[in-house]
């Protein structure tokens, strides 16, 4: 359980830095916007969405492995529930942490779930931008 709760730490940290760069990404677009007679190719509006199209996908994708860990990190908790029934007087306490864990996993899966569905409303508004750049 331990990996798995440092899994999980790797792939929020994962997550907020992912953000922090589509926030970056986000502002120079603008700039670049605000800029519409610059050149150079590499600081271009269609670049800029590209990049963010690109960091937009990165979350997916990391949220999707916090949400792998999540149900892992679930069946585990239920197999260390089982286990402590059967040790029954003994393994009460452990019963409570497993109840515990199980419900973190939950609240980190309905926490990805949010994190897609921000995912698909940036994912199309970044497709809305490009078309009214093209």
Do not use: C, W
């Amino acid at each position: 359980m331990k990996d798995l709760a440092a899994q999980s730490g790797e792939a929020t940290k994962g997550i907020y830095q992912a953000a922090a760069e589509i926030s970056d990404q986000v502002r120079n677009l603008l700039v670049s916007l605000k800029n519409e007679t610059q050149t150079d190719p590499g600081t271009s509006v269609d670049d800029q969405i590209i990049a963010l199209v690109t960091g937009i996908e990165k979350i997916g994708a990391i949220s999707q492995r916090i949400d792998g860990i999540a149900s892992e990190t679930n069946m585990l908790a239920l197999n260390a529930t089982i286990e402590a029934n059967r040790a029954g007087d003994k393994g009460r306490g452990f019963a409570v942490v497993a109840g515990e864990v199980k419900v973190l996993a939950s609240q980190t899966s309905q926490a990805t779930q949010q994190i897609n569905a921000l995912v698909e409303k940036l994912n199309a508004l970044a497709q809305r931008m490009a078309e009214m750049v093209t």
